[in-house]
């Protein structure tokens, strides 16, 4: 799981706890700090430095969202993973969520898979469950401020939403990853649609659910 910090320790501090509450044992969390003040360097060393599930590292400036991902990622798809997930630090998984997504990609065909991204000041409204095309051509949310219970099947997509979002990395070293030209914002729909181009599938897991703010 990658994680990108910049000054949100209090944020980022939740989402990794929501995560190690169900997965202490079969997860790895590279958290990059994206040049942040000194109080969240070290809140963030004192907090994490000494669990054997988290690796950090520090970027000198913020480098952006786009660029800091795809600094880790062009380490990470060389390390031997199948899969990598991308999470946004304001979010807060519910539990067994990565059980969820781990028996999707083990059961099926998955090279890209979005989460049911709820709003978490309005927990009865839908995020995103993803993105798909309309007919001029533009990219959006699907689902966006809907009734979550509308989202409660899986269905296949055109890419994901990188706020909470499942990557092979045989797919990324043959496609690439995302594009700098997209600093922050459209980064992931275009790589989506990048990917749902070259025939790979994106699927929606509506069991795999994060809380977004």
């Not at 430095?49 to 990622?73: Q, V, W």
């Not at 401020?145 to 979002?165: D, R, S, T």
Request: with cysteine; aromatic share 12%.
């Amino acid at each position: 799981i990658v994680i990108i910090n910049w000054n949100g320790f209090n944020d980022t501090n939740e989402c990794i706890s929501s995560i190690l509450k169900e997965n202490s044992e079969n997860i790895i969390i590279y958290l990059i700090d994206n040049g942040s003040k000194e109080e969240d360097v070290l809140a963030i060393q004192k907090h994490f430095s000494n669990n054997p599930s988290i690796k950090i590292s520090y970027n000198p400036n913020n480098l952006g969202y786009t660029k800091a991902h795809n600094l880790i990622l062009k380490e990470l798809i060389n390390e031997g993973y199948k899969y990598l997930f991308l999470l946004n630090n304001d979010t807060i998984a519910l539990p067994k969520s990565f059980f969820f997504i781990k028996d999707n990609f083990q059961n099926f065909r998955t090279d890209l898979m979005s989460c049911k991204l709820i709003k978490s000041q309005n927990r009865n409204l839908m995020d995103t469950a993803g993105h798909k095309m309309l007919s001029s051509g533009e990219i959006i949310p699907i689902g966006h401020n809907e009734k979550i219970e509308k989202y409660n099947l899986g269905f296949e997509n055109i890419g994901a939403c990188a706020g909470a979002a499942l990557y092979s990395t045989e797919m990324l070293k043959d496609i690439g990853i995302f594009d700098d030209y997209f600093e922050t914002g459209y980064e992931d729909a275009e790589l989506g649609l990048r990917a749902f181009v070259a025939g790979y599938r994106c699927y929606y897991e509506p069991e795999a659910i994060f809380y977004h703010k």
